[in-house]
């Protein structure tokens, strides 16, 4: 099939340009992506067993930061092979169906970041506004629920993306000129009118990003009139030092999807914004959490004495 020519049959492959022009750096920034993808993973499932072989870190704040390590590594192993392939060999096919299963499994991880950012966020409200009925409100039940409702969520979003994509026809050019298939290349793709899913994109940021963003916006500005009736400078810091890690996350990752859909940038600049919350991102999640956080950085100390000295998993526990 010729990856250049527009003609009305069926798309079956796609063609990702990735990124042009990267002849004499091309090695170096294949070797750099996969140096920060075993960083990512390794990064995320150290925290992952850290807290799950830590007793003292079986809270509701730390259970919601094993779901965000997941929900970055599910991201990053979504995108980063496939780039690499396609950093490689300057370009390269990828099945239509395989196409869309990636661009769905992305739609979830990134939905399911946005709704964890915003239940922390809502967690550290509680825990700083309300600390007599934190543990009333806030359990390890509660967290269960809330993240089996937001798979449900997101599985009917892409279910409705699923149907509405199904009745499409996608008759080509077949090259997409980025380095994952996301919605508005893989909608070029199509020779049917595709305002119907476009329409369904736009009411679904409402409550997948807007909604939450609004309700981490509205906890925070509760807890920083909180943190300022503290009278003691130390009490203050102390505080807010137990949010610091959770709003420099949100920071970092609503900053650059801000930066990506809400201003209009060149293809270039979109990639490389797209590189940033889909790579870096997840790199920087259990970074932050560790550098801030003094009992992850306790308890990986304890772990990594235990393991030192041959004991078996259970005994990690104690």
């Not at 099945?95 to 992305?106: D, E, H, I, N």
């Not at 966020?121 to 809330?146: E, G, N, W």
Request: proline share 4%.
């Amino acid at each position: 099939m010729d990856i250049v020519s527009k003609n009305c049959s069926l798309v079956t492959e796609i063609f990702l340009l990735g990124f042009q022009n990267l002849q004499n750096s091309r090695i170096f920034f294949f070797l750099l992506l996969l140096v920060i993808y075993c960083l990512t993973l390794c990064g995320n499932l150290l925290i992952i067993l850290v807290v799950s072989y830590s007793r003292s870190l079986h809270a509701p704040m730390f259970f919601f930061l094993t779901q965000l390590s997941f929900s970055d590594i599910l991201l990053t192993t979504t995108i980063v092979p496939n780039m690499l392939r396609v950093l490689l060999h300057e370009g390269s096919f990828v099945s239509f169906v395989g196409c869309l299963a990636q661009y769905y499994v992305f739609v979830a991880s990134e939905a399911l970041e946005c709704f964890l950012l915003t239940v922390m966020s809502y967690d550290r409200y509680q825990a700083i506004c309300h600390p007599l009925h934190y543990t009333m409100v806030i359990s390890i039940p509660f967290c269960i629920k809330t993240v089996l409702l937001f798979w449900l969520m997101i599985f009917c979003v892409i279910l409705m993306f699923s149907v509405t994509m199904g009745q499409y026809q996608f008759c080509g050019p077949n090259v997409i000129d980025h380095f994952f298939c996301d919605l508005d290349p893989i909608l070029e793709l199509s020779c049917s009118d595709t305002s119907i899913v476009k329409l369904e994109s736009m009411i679904l940021v409402i409550p997948i990003v807007l909604c939450p963003f609004t309700v981490i916006i509205v906890s925070y500005v509760y807890i920083i009139f909180t943190i300022l009736k503290i009278p003691s400078v130390t009490g203050r810091q102390k505080t807010f030092s137990t949010c610091s890690s959770h709003l420099a996350v949100v920071s970092v990752y609503y900053g650059a999807i801000i930066c990506m859909y809400l201003f209009p940038n060149t293809e270039r600049v979109k990639k490389i914004l797209s590189l940033f919350y889909t790579v870096l991102t997840p790199l920087l999640n259990p970074i932050i959490y560790s550098l801030n956080n003094r009992d992850i950085k306790e308890a990986y100390r304890k772990l990594k004495s235990k393991m030192s000295s041959g004991l078996p998993m259970g005994f990690l526990k104690d």
